[in-house]
Each structure stands twice: as structure tokens, then as C-alpha cells.
């Protein structure tokens, strides 16, 4: 098992940029999907497999010794291709296959056709219990293997993330770590306005989990959050990631007045700017 | 009159006794078997493993959903987790889990629903399972067995164990006459026929074979040759054995402790439909939910008995 990829500062908000750029360029091109929900999550993704956090192996990518990323949120799957892209896993003509028949690089993760992809997510709420499973075989087994399970604001409204939240303190699961992808929007509108489950923190802390907020779009404060995060050994950790839908293509998307941009690609017009705004 | 004396037959353990005792004693051969409860493995016998091996056993507390959801991973991680309950809370609550983290990435995740059909007596209709073969056939690529006794729901265990992919093992609560013994055959998909005859057959699973082999007896005080054949396993379900049984008989009965739609009979008459088209009858609960009540006398009131499958025998003949 190689160790993980560590860049430098400036070339983690590189990397984010040029997978910004693949999740639009991908997404224009299959004609739907949800960057806007991709781009929010960018950095942590970004600095989870390149710097210096997830243990991962090309040649064997299920090699029971990798650290393990559960994307609960499956719609944001182009964040996730797009750092695959980035880290070599794939060539860019394959993941512009993105949404077409035959396509491997389905609409929402399928681990089947992906030995990538550690879960087939997409309904939304199972991730998390998902990341329980792994944590707890790891430790059955004696490895150090750690599970980053990210998940949505939205999402947090399944029932079944708070039965997965009590289960994991229950079993002080240290080697799990749940990252909520707070971007403010769900589909129809704002979480707060939607079902506003106020704050996360005070939640996960009353469970008995080590929580930090953070701003989940500055590299700097999401690599802190993770090496904080690990530091811990005692209890499963959470980190509130407050971040902006559409992050990085904010200035390309307030003209249309829609801040949300849910379920929906950027024309080619419209992309054609946002690639310009990120070169 | 208990389940199986007509036709000769001893009562023995109830299935789900014989389940637990079955995964305690594979603990040592399957390292990787680990057991996941939603707080009733007292109930659903897996209590047995998890006493032999506590490090083994993960109680989830009453969260069916994330019981599931725990159990695909520990699959992901390589482990083989059998997850129990009562077989209406594993399949109707956690359906979607069971889809999304089970079925559809074609987990190696052991399914164990016990306490199904009405035979779980007193409790009442909200913890009867009397869909849920319906409901786990709806999925594809999971195996669906229901065993009819004590010694086959013990092959059934290791079968379950041996095979790779998703299973669904159904079990019931109450004691089942015996009708295999330690050295009979038992192969997923392969169905049994445990008494054999020319004028019609009898397809039944779970407690409803017992049954049939009391009205086996009963038809033949009357000169009628009844064929009963175990479909322990319905999906895959055994065409073959069908198909056979249509040729050499004529006629079908099908008996199950479930609801007609999407139950065992369903796909037996698809089958049939589709490759050798005879008279069918069928012995179910029909389309209601049932009631609190002793087990005997629940299966008296909702039809599930040898007088109705001998009816049903009866009507098909007549045919």
C-alpha cells in the first residue's frame, strides 16, 4: 500500500481547481447531473486524496488496507470522478462518458461497474451506516484503515444517518470520520427553509462524537479539520463543512438567479465562462 | 391436531432454534461470519453466535435501517454478515436499505427473517412477515429459501454461508414436525420431493409442508396419489422439478404460510404458465392481514391447514 498523496498548499488549490474544471466540463457534456452539489465539496474531496489522507492502491484499488470514501451524497458523484481523473485512475475521455448508455461513470455511484467507488449511493441517508460496517470489520481485523463518509445538509433529514451517528459512539468508533457537506441548499430550496434541523454540531457532540465546524471551501481550514480529526482515538469524529453551492463558478451563476443550481449542468455558454473564471 | 402426526412425523425444533444453533457451530469454520441485530437476537436465535463469539456480534439497537446499512459494509470490508429479525421489520422496514446497500451492489450479505407468517400467534399482525417473500423476490440477484424444518433449515444455514451473494432465509417461530434427517440433501435451488405419487402434486415450503404430508395421508386413505415436493428455495426457483411434476401429474397445488401475491405460488404459476400449463389451486392467506390468536388455532381460522390443502386437491381434480 503506497502512502498517500501529499502535495503542497498551492498545488492542493491547483488540483481543486483543474477538478473544478472537469465537473462542469463533464457534467455540460452528459446534459444533466449536479455540479453545483460536486463544487461545494471540492476541497475536502481534494485534500482527501491529495493531502496526504487517503492510503489508496491503483493496482488494487479494493486492497483491504486502503483508507476508505464513502460519497453518501451520490448525486456530487463528478466531484468524485473528477478527483479519480486527477489522481490517474481514469483519463478524461472516460470520464466525459459521464450519464451515457453503457457508461460505467453512472449518475450516481455504482460499485459494481466501478472498483472505485466504495459504495452504490444515491438513496440518500445509507452512507454513513455503510462507513459503521467498514470501521468496524477494519477493527476486527486489526487494520488502520480509516472510512470518511461525506454526506449532504439535505440529506441529514433520513432518519436512518442519526441510527448510524448513536451506533458509531456506541462502538467508539475512532478509525470513521463523517463530514457533512453543508452547502445550505437541498433540491427545492434552502435546508433552513426546507427542514431546518439547526445546528449539526451541537448534534453530533450530544452523540458523543468529536465535532469541528469548519469553512469547507478554504484548503487551509479543511486540512486542519482533517489532521484534527485524526488526532483523535478515542471516539468517531465529525466535521461540519460549511461550504457554498456552486463554489468556485459563484460569480458565473448569480446573473441567472439561481444560487441553488440544483440537478442541473451549465449550458455550454455558461460553462464555456466558468472554465474561463477557473483557468 | 399437531402439524405433521398424520402423516407420521415427530415434532421437532422450531427452525429458528435450529438457525442459531447452525451459525454457532459454523462460527469456527466461516472466521468471517459476523452476526448484525436490531435488538431482538434473543428472538431471532442469533443470540446463540453472538454468546459463542461476542467480538463477532454487533446489536444495533431497534434500527433496522442502519442494521442493514452496517451489514454492507462489514460485506464491503470482506466479512459475511448475517442480519436478523423479525422477517417484517428486516424486509418491509428496511427495504430500501436492503436495495440500495445490499441487493444492487450484490452484497455477500446473509438475510435472516424469523417470525414469519401467522404462526407467530399471540403477537398480532404488525410483527406477522406474510410478505416478505414477495418483497425480497422483488430484488434482483438475492436468494429466497424457506426451509420446512428443523434439519433443513440447519443445511439451509451453511448453504446460505457457502454461497456468495445475497440470501434471504426465512424462519418461523413455531415448533415443525421433522422431516429430513442429518444426511439428507439440501441444495439451493434444487427443490425436494419428500413423498412422491402420480395423481397430483402438492408444491409447498416452510410449515405448509408439513401440512401437505398430513393431507398426503388424508388423500391417500382415498385412493389419491399426492406428490408433495419441498420448493424450499424460490428464487432461483427449481423450473425443472415444475415442470416435471406438471407432466407427470396434471395438476397443482400450492401451499405457503404468505399472502398469494408474490409468493411462492406467484412464481410457481408463472412457470407453469409459461411451460406446461395444467389446472393450479392455491392454499394462502389470500389477500388480508391476520390476528392475535394461539398458532393452531390462527392457522385453523386463515385456511393454512391439511383440510383445506385436501380441498384444494379436490377442487383441482375436479377440474
Given at each position: 500500500m503506497?502512502?498517500?498523496?501529499?502535495?503542497?498548499?498551492?498545488?492542493?488549490?491547483?488540483?481543486?481547481?483543474?477538478?473544478?474544471?472537469?465537473?462542469?466540463?463533464?457534467?455540460?457534456?452528459?446534459?444533466?447531473?449536479?455540479?453545483?452539489?460536486?463544487?461545494?465539496?471540492?476541497?475536502?474531496?481534494?485534500?482527501?486524496?491529495?493531502?496526504?489522507?487517503?492510503?489508496?492502491?491503483?493496482?488494487?484499488?479494493?486492497?483491504?488496507?486502503?483508507?476508505?470514501f464513502?460519497?453518501?451524497?451520490?448525486h456530487?458523484?463528478p466531484?468524485?470522478?473528477a478527483?479519480l481523473?486527477?489522481?490517474?485512475?481514469?483519463?478524461f475521455e472516460q470520464?466525459m462518458?459521464l450519464?451515457?448508455?453503457?457508461?460505467?461513470?453512472?449518475?450516481?455511484?455504482n460499485?459494481?461497474?466501478?472498483?472505485?467507488?466504495?459504495?452504490?449511493?444515491?438513496?440518500?441517508?445509507q452512507?454513513?451506516?455503510l462507513?459503521?460496517?467498514?470501521?468496524l470489520?477494519?477493527?476486527?481485523?486489526?487494520?488502520?484503515?480509516?472510512?470518511?463518509?461525506?454526506?449532504?445538509?439535505?440529506?441529514?433529514?433520513?432518519?436512518?444517518?442519526?441510527?448510524?451517528?448513536?451506533?458509531a459512539?456506541?462502538?467508539?468508533?475512532?478509525?470513521?470520520?463523517?463530514?457533512?457537506?453543508?452547502?445550505?441548499y437541498?433540491q427545492?430550496?434552502?435546508?433552513k427553509?426546507v427542514?431546518?434541523?439547526?445546528?449539526?454540531?451541537?448534534?453530533f457532540?450530544a452523540?458523543?462524537?468529536?465535532?469541528?465546524?469548519i469553512?469547507?471551501?478554504?484548503?487551509?481550514?479543511?486540512?486542519?479539520?482533517?489532521?484534527?480529526?485524526r488526532?483523535?482515538?478515542?471516539?468517531?469524529?465529525?466535521?461540519?463543512?460549511?461550504?457554498?453551492?456552486?463554489f468556485?463558478?459563484?460569480?458565473?451563476?448569480?446573473?441567472?438567479?439561481?444560487?441553488?443550481?440544483?440537478g442541473?449542468?451549465?449550458?455550454?455558454?455558461l460553462?464555456?465562462?466558468?472554465?474561463?473564471?477557473?483557468? | 391436531?399437531?402439524?405433521?402426526?398424520?402423516?407420521g412425523?415427530?415434532?421437532g425444533?422450531a427452525?429458528?432454534?435450529?438457525f442459531?444453533?447452525a451459525?454457532?457451530?459454523?462460527g469456527?469454520?466461516?472466521?468471517?461470519?459476523?452476526?448484525?441485530?436490531?435488538?431482538?437476537?434473543?428472538?431471532?436465535?442469533?443470540?446463540?453466535?453472538?454468546?459463542?463469539?461476542?467480538?463477532?456480534?454487533f446489536n444495533?439497537?431497534?434500527?433496522?435501517?442502519?442494521?442493514?446499512?452496517?451489514?454492507?459494509?462489514?460485506?464491503?470490508?470482506?466479512?459475511?454478515?448475517?442480519?436478523?429479525?423479525?422477517?417484517?421489520?428486516?424486509?418491509?422496514?428496511?427495504?430500501?436499505q436492503?436495495?440500495?446497500?445490499?441487493a444492487?451492489?450484490?452484497?455477500n450479505?446473509?438475510l435472516?427473517?424469523?417470525?414469519?407468517?401467522i404462526?407467530?400467534?399471540?403477537?398480532?399482525?404488525?410483527?406477522?412477515?406474510?410478505?416478505?417473500?414477495?418483497l425480497?423476490?422483488s430484488?434482483?440477484?438475492?436468494?429466497v429459501?424457506?426451509?420446512a424444518?428443523?434439519?433443513?433449515?440447519?443445511?439451509?444455514?451453511?448453504?446460505m454461508?457457502?454461497?456468495?451473494?445475497?440470501?434471504?432465509?426465512?424462519?418461523?417461530?413455531?415448533?415443525?414436525?421433522?422431516?429430513?434427517?442429518?444426511d439428507?440433501?439440501?441444495?439451493?435451488?434444487?427443490?425436494?420431493?419428500?413423498?412422491?405419487?402420480k395423481?397430483?402434486?402438492?408444491?409447498?415450503?416452510?410449515?405448509?409442508?408439513g401440512?401437505s404430508?398430513?393431507?398426503?395421508?388424508?388423500?391417500a386413505?382415498?385412493?389419491?396419489?399426492?406428490?408433495?415436493i419441498?420448493?424450499?428455495?424460490i428464487?432461483?426457483?427449481?423450473?425443472?422439478?415444475?415442470?416435471?411434476?406438471?407432466?407427470?401429474?396434471g395438476?397443482?397445488?400450492?401451499?405457503?404460510?404468505?399472502?398469494?401475491?408474490?409468493?411462492?405460488?406467484?412464481v410457481?404459476?408463472?412457470?407453469?404458465?409459461?411451460?406446461?400449463?395444467?389446472?393450479?389451486e392455491?392454499?394462502?392467506l389470500?389477500?388480508?392481514?391476520?390476528?392475535?390468536?394461539?398458532?393452531?388455532?390462527?392457522?385453523?381460522?386463515y385456511g393454512?391447514?391439511?383440510?383445506?390443502?385436501?380441498?384444494?386437491?379436490?377442487?383441482?381434480?375436479s377440474?
Amino acid at each position: 500500500m503506497a502512502d498517500a498523496t501529499k502535495l503542497s498548499l498551492n498545488e492542493l488549490k491547483d488540483a481543486a481547481k483543474a477538478i473544478r474544471r472537469l465537473i462542469i466540463q463533464i457534467t455540460t457534456e452528459a446534459g444533466s447531473g449536479h455540479p453545483s452539489s460536486s463544487l461545494s465539496a471540492v476541497e475536502v474531496v481534494t485534500a482527501l486524496y491529495f493531502g496526504g489522507y487517503l492510503r489508496h492502491n491503483k493496482a488494487n484499488p479494493r486492497d483491504p488496507k486502503r483508507d476508505r470514501f464513502i460519497l453518501s451524497k451520490g448525486h456530487a458523484v463528478p466531484v468524485l470522478y473528477a478527483a479519480l481523473c486527477q489522481a490517474g485512475y481514469y483519463s478524461f475521455e472516460q470520464i466525459m462518458t459521464l450519464r451515457k448508455l453503457g457508461s460505467p461513470f453512472e449518475g450516481h455511484p455504482n460499485m459494481k461497474r466501478l472498483d472505485t467507488m466504495e459504495a452504490s449511493t444515491g438513496s440518500l441517508g445509507q452512507g454513513l451506516s455503510l462507513g459503521v460496517g467498514h470501521a468496524l470489520a477494519c477493527r476486527l481485523d486489526g487494520l488502520d484503515a480509516h472510512t470518511y463518509v461525506m454526506m449532504g445538509d439535505g440529506e441529514m433529514g433520513e432518519g436512518q444517518v442519526w441510527e448510524a451517528i448513536a451506533t458509531a459512539e456506541k462502538y467508539k468508533l475512532s478509525n470513521l470520520t463523517a463530514i457533512v457537506d453543508q452547502n445550505g441548499y437541498q433540491q427545492t430550496g434552502a435546508t433552513k427553509d426546507v427542514l431546518d434541523l439547526k445546528p449539526f454540531a451541537s448534534k453530533f457532540d450530544a452523540f458523543g462524537w468529536h465535532t469541528q465546524v469548519i469553512e469547507g471551501n478554504s484548503m487551509e481550514a479543511v486540512l486542519e479539520g482533517l489532521a484534527k480529526a485524526r488526532a483523535v482515538t478515542d471516539r468517531p469524529t465529525a466535521i461540519v463543512s460549511q461550504t457554498k453551492k456552486g463554489f468556485g463558478i459563484l460569480p458565473i451563476l448569480e446573473p441567472t438567479g439561481d444560487l441553488n443550481y440544483h440537478g442541473k449542468p451549465l449550458s455550454k455558454e455558461l460553462a464555456e465562462k466558468a472554465l474561463a473564471h477557473l483557468a | 391436531m399437531t402439524i405433521g402426526a398424520a402423516a407420521g412425523l415427530k415434532l421437532g425444533k422450531a427452525c429458528r432454534d435450529a438457525f442459531g444453533t447452525a451459525l454457532k457451530d459454523l462460527g469456527d469454520e466461516f472466521p468471517n461470519l459476523v452476526t448484525v441485530d436490531g435488538d431482538v437476537g434473543n428472538s431471532t436465535r442469533t443470540e446463540v453466535f453472538a454468546k459463542a463469539f461476542p467480538s463477532r456480534g454487533f446489536n444495533v439497537g431497534i434500527a433496522e435501517s442502519n442494521m442493514v446499512g452496517v451489514a454492507g459494509g462489514l460485506a464491503a470490508a470482506g466479512k459475511i454478515p448475517v442480519v436478523s429479525s423479525f422477517a417484517v421489520f428486516l424486509l418491509a422496514n428496511a427495504y430500501d436499505q436492503i436495495r440500495m446497500s445490499v441487493a444492487y451492489p450484490g452484497m455477500n450479505v446473509k438475510l435472516v427473517g424469523s417470525h414469519a407468517g401467522i404462526s407467530i400467534g399471540e403477537d398480532g399482525a404488525s410483527q406477522m412477515g406474510i410478505e416478505d417473500v414477495a418483497l425480497a423476490c422483488s430484488m434482483p440477484g438475492i436468494v429466497v429459501v424457506v426451509p420446512a424444518d428443523a434439519t433443513s433449515t440447519r443445511l439451509a444455514t451453511r448453504a446460505m454461508l457457502e454461497h456468495v451473494g445475497p440470501v434471504y432465509l426465512r424462519c418461523g417461530r413455531i415448533e415443525v414436525p421433522d422431516i429430513y434427517t442429518a444426511d439428507s440433501e439440501f441444495k439451493i435451488g434444487k427443490a425436494n420431493t419428500v413423498r412422491d405419487g402420480k395423481d397430483v402434486t402438492i408444491i409447498a415450503n416452510g410449515l405448509m409442508v408439513g401440512i401437505s404430508l398430513d393431507a398426503a395421508a388424508a388423500l391417500a386413505a382415498q385412493g389419491v396419489n399426492a406428490r408433495v415436493i419441498d420448493m424450499h428455495t424460490i428464487k432461483p426457483i427449481d423450473e425443472a422439478a415444475i415442470i416435471k411434476a406438471a407432466t407427470e401429474t396434471g395438476r397443482i397445488v400450492v401451499a405457503e404460510e404468505h399472502l398469494m401475491a408474490g409468493g411462492l405460488g406467484s412464481v410457481v404459476a408463472g412457470v407453469v404458465a409459461r411451460t406446461k400449463p395444467v389446472p393450479m389451486e392455491f392454499v394462502n392467506l389470500g389477500d388480508r392481514y391476520a390476528e392475535s390468536g394461539d398458532p393452531h388455532g390462527l392457522l385453523q381460522k386463515y385456511g393454512l391447514t391439511a383440510e383445506a390443502v385436501v380441498a384444494a386437491v379436490e377442487k383441482v381434480r375436479s377440474r
